[in-house]
């Protein structure tokens, strides 16, 4: 590694993003889709929300947590897509150094909220598969509120170094991010320091709790399917599979799109550098606009709530 003498000593007080660096045209014709997607993932999430706070009969644990699902998806398409919107129509590259990394501790937070709330969920179709007499007096709503704070305070003071280490870092004169994003990975190359242990960090903290999660949910749902194959009623069976069917779509599509990022990152050097940028924009992005219309179309007391919504407009 160079030695700081050979670098700028010049302090950076913001970073550029450069969206797309080898294809940056694609910009104009990115930004409608996004726009469509970013103003339906805000609208049905808040349309779910307000069914929810509403509709009495929806006041439950299993709607709560399905509710503080659609709060972090409205958090991390406010803290991404509204820059990456900014860059593709106003050409606003600048980000100040606080908002960077602001944004990066809420996008790495928050995504693994999203992973521990599935993992609460899953938990919570156990017990009323597996446990159904047990069901009201395990998961209350006083079990909502320490998932909650459980949920908060775990990914919060795993994640929140990830930021600090990258902000102590020195940038001596490079402030191009080529990316739409301030991701760890993105910004801390363009310091003049050692960044092995900002690296390893982030990746053993972030398969350590994403990985645990998911070992969680699929020992969750091989305890379901246990007790789904000993059921011996007609059709009892597809009811209790019915009821984990859309947490099962959004737990199998937020772990594909999570592989395939992960995977495009990892052979970043056999496929253009523009994709694994669009992939990571998506994930924050789609996602948020399918999970309320999964559970809006597949869960007969959502629909009615927004229907009965709609009609008192």
């Not at 070992?215 to 000993?230: D, G, N, Q």
Request: aromatic share 12%; net charge positive.
């Amino acid at each position: 590694m160079a030695s700081p003498s050979n670098y700028s000593t010049a302090t950076v007080s913001e970073f550029l993003l450069i969206c797309f660096p080898n294809y940056q045209s694609w910009q104009h014709w990115l930004s409608l889709p996004l726009s469509l997607l970013f103003l339906l993932a805000m609208g049905a999430n808040a349309t779910l929300l307000i069914t929810i706070r509403l509709e009495a009969s929806l006041h439950e644990p299993m709607y709560y947590l399905l509710s503080l699902l659609s709060l972090l998806d409205i958090v991390l398409c406010l803290t991404v897509i509204p820059k990456v919107l900014a860059i593709f129509w106003f050409d606003l590259r600048s980000i100040s150094f606080s908002a960077c990394f602001l944004q990066m501790f809420i996008m790495n937070c928050f995504l693994a909220m999203e992973s521990c709330t599935f993992m609460v969920m899953a938990y919570d179709r156990y017990v009323a598969i597996c446990h159904p007499l047990r069901y009201s007096s395990i998961i209350t709503d006083q079990f909502v509120a320490r998932a909650t704070m459980f949920v908060v305070a775990r990914n919060a003071l795993f994640f929140l170094p990830v930021p600090i280490l990258s902000s102590q870092l020195r940038y001596c004169a490079e402030n191009i991010i080529k990316n739409c994003i301030c991701t760890n990975l993105s910004v801390s190359k363009l310091s003049c320091d050692d960044i092995t242990f900002n690296r390893l960090y982030q990746f053993v903290t972030g398969w350590t709790l994403l990985g645990s999660d998911l070992i969680l949910i699929v020992l969750s749902y091989s305890f379901i399917l246990k007790a789904v194959l000993r059921i011996k009623a007609e059709g009892a069976a597809v009811k209790a599979l019915s009821t984990c069917g859309s947490h099962f779509i959004l737990i199998l599509f937020f772990s594909t799109v999570l592989l395939v990022l992960v995977i495009t990152n990892l052979a970043r050097k056999r496929i253009p550098p523009d994709v694994p940028i669009l992939l990571n924009i998506l994930h924050h992005l789609i996602p948020p606009a399918l999970n309320p219309i999964v559970y809006g179309v597949r869960t007969k007391e959502i629909k009615q709530g927004i229907l009965k919504l709609l009609r008192g407009l």
